[in-house]
């Protein structure tokens, strides 16, 4: 049974940083392609960022770049979104997601605010 559960999100003040952590268990981790999305309020659920299975190949949504870095450990079973210079545009639910089984964690709130 797939599961992905997120966790690191919480309320931040803009500029500062977070480090979000999907661990993933029921599949072949190594070999799976992951992504992280987001959903803000009101709005459709997005794609921002994306990792190969050895990690070598990398997307990001244009709206991320420079400020969100995907990573992940294999030995671990856990795929990384590192967020920095955070903006109230970013707040949302962000979710790890594993298209080969078509499988979404429960996401973990991030809210930026001063």
């Known amino acids: 049974q797939v599961q992905l559960v997120e966790s690191g999100g919480g309320l931040v003040q803009p500029g500062e940083s977070l480090r979000l952590s999907c661990a993933a268990s029921?599949?072949?981790?190594?070999?799976?392609?992951m992504n992280w999305y987001r959903q803000a309020p009101g709005k459709e659920r997005e794609l921002v960022a994306g990792i190969s299975s050895t990690g070598s190949n990398f997307y990001y949504a244009d709206s991320v770049k420079g400020r969100f870095t995907i990573s992940r450990d294999n030995a671990k079973n856990t795929v990384y979104l590192q967020i920095n210079t955070l903006k109230p545009d970013d707040t949302a639910v962000y979710y790890c997601?594993?298209?080969?089984?078509?499988?979404w964690g429960q996401g973990t709130q991030v809210t930026v605010s001063s």
């Open positions: 997601f594993v298209p080969q089984f078509n499988s």
């Open positions: 029921g599949f072949t981790f190594s070999i799976s392609a």
